[in-house]
Nanobody, 115 residues
């Protein structure tokens, strides 16, 4: 069974930074893409960004130039570096790990940005 465990969320002031981590275990297949989504209270889940194993990444317009996805595939760990955080970045952040055969999501980690 594939398990994804996110960490690194918390409370931060506007303008601050956080780095989220997502460690996956239990998969028999190689990761081909990783990504992050977020969901604010009362809103639909929103794409933060996606990165292929080759390192090619795309980001949502609201986080472009502030957030960066990276991965240590040898350690099956994905990161989301978030800089210049804004109150509207508040929400639960979910990591996503894809292989050719699976598409798994973590349970989420709360990020709260105070103004």
């Amino acid at each position: 069974q594939v398990t994804l465990v996110e960490s690194g969320g918390g409370l931060v002031q506007a303008g601050g930074s956080l780095r989220l981590s997502c460690r996956t275990s239990g998969s028999r297949f190689s990761i081909i893409a990783v990504g992050w989504c977020r969901q604010a209270p009362g809103k639909q889940r929103e794409l933060v960004g996606v990165m292929s194993r080759s390192g090619s990444a795309t980001y949502g317009d609201s986080v472009k130039d502030r957030f960066t996805i990276s991965g240590d595939f040898a350690k099956n760990t994905v990161y989301l570096q978030m800089n210049n955080l804004k109150p509207e970045d508040t929400g639960v952040y979910f990591c996503n790990v894809r292989t050719l055969h699976t598409d798994d999501w973590g349970q989420g980690t709360q990020v709260t940005v105070s103004s």
